[in-house]
């Protein structure tokens, strides 16, 4: 299996600032243990904690599950993190119609947001396959 480095310890860092809420979690694929974490604050705090020492793994893990390509998995989470009910990281994706729909109902009214935090690097996966 060829190594290709999709995604970023450094991103992973600092979403993991918020991982309490599961960003680092999302953001590496795991979203089951994401949403436990959304909803217990990271297990109390301490499954939090452990995942300062786990973010290399999840990063390789990452890494060879996901396909590189012309979309940046980085870029398109920080979009989302930070800007996903106005709908940036659709936009950004070439998803036009869905960013302007986000933009206009705050990220289909959140629910939207919370699925792309569920699939976003499987959309990218996908579409970086198709080039």
Do not use: C
Request: proline share 2%; aromatic share 22%; no cysteine.
């Amino acid at each position: 299996m060829r190594y290709h480095d999709t995604h970023s310890k450094a991103v992973g860092y600092l979403l993991w600032i918020f991982g309490f809420l599961g960003s680092h979690r999302f953001y590496y694929g795991k979203p089951i243990t994401g949403t436990i974490w959304f909803f217990t604050l990271g297990l109390l705090f301490v499954g939090w904690i452990i995942d300062l020492f786990l973010i290399p793994s999840m990063d390789r893990e990452a890494d060879l599950r996901f396909n590189s390509g012309r979309l940046d998995y980085n870029i398109a989470w920080i979009l989302l993190t930070f800007l996903g009910v106005f709908g940036v990281h659709r936009m950004y994706q070439g998803k036009w119609i869905t960013g302007i729909i986000y933009l206009f109902t705050g990220g289909l009214f959140f629910v939207g947001v919370l699925y792309d935090f569920w699939t976003l690097n499987n959309q990218i996966s996908e579409q970086n396959i198709r080039g």
